[in-house]
């Protein structure tokens, strides 16, 4: 199910349908990691201000200068953390668009969904980018330890995330639970593919479409396992 979903995603990326949503989804990404960089860049900046070292003094010298390295590895690895809730948050203003293109080439029988407002869709959008940095942030030092663990920890948020938003614009929340229970393995692994594509440049602009795309698919695949209607 997984991999039919990951192909037929691939297949139609290039179409129009996808155009205009991957380019909105590109501007509110951008966007939102700028933000969360300023806001932690200045966060750390006003912490450190005027630190001084006892006996020593002022910071200075060799060690200003590890400081300012540190730093830069610092904001290269926050960029890429700061993928998984940017994504997230960009999804949210265009679900709609991005899955209506899925379901109307390979679902044509279901007709229209009901859908969501878009005020609801970002609302869903900043939830989830705000348990992805809830999560996130106290685990940073196991990901120095375990590498592997940040793309499992933002696979299951990607998945479940993505997921979420693509069976609730047909199903209720306890349906959505049942369904999601039924392919959890499935769409945890999807996730996990998306968590690894957003820490690789480049691939990093497509996923939230693509991550979209394939959840629908995994959606769909489902509600066909679970019988509903």
Known sequence: MLI?????SLAQMPTATMLRPLLLGLVVTAVSIVA??????????????GWSIPWVGEIGGAVDG?????????????????FTPAAVTAIGFFVDPVADAVEAKHYPALGP??????????????????????????????????????????GWILGRSFFDMAALRRETPARTK?????????????????????????????APVFGLAMMTHLYNGARKKKGFA
């Open 66 to 82: 590890a400081i300012g390295w540190l730093a830069g590895v610092g904001s290269v690895i926050a960029m890429a953390f700061a």
């Open 4 to 8: 039919s979903a990951i192909t037929k």
């Open 36 to 49: 969360f960089g300023v806001t932690v860049g200045a966060g750390v900046s006003w912490l450190v201000s």
């Open 178 to 206: 049942a369904l999601r229970r039924s392919v959890w393995f499935q769409m945890i692994l999807g996730g996990i593919l998306l968590a690894v594509m957003t820490m690789v440049p480049f691939l990093n602009l497509v």
């Open 113 to 154: 969904a009901a859908g969501r407002s878009l005020a609801t869709e970002v609302s869903m959008g900043l939830r989830y980018a705000g348990l992805a940095i809830l999560v996130n942030i106290p685990l940073i030092p196991f990901y120095f330890i375990f590498p592997p663990l940040p793309a499992a920890v933002n």
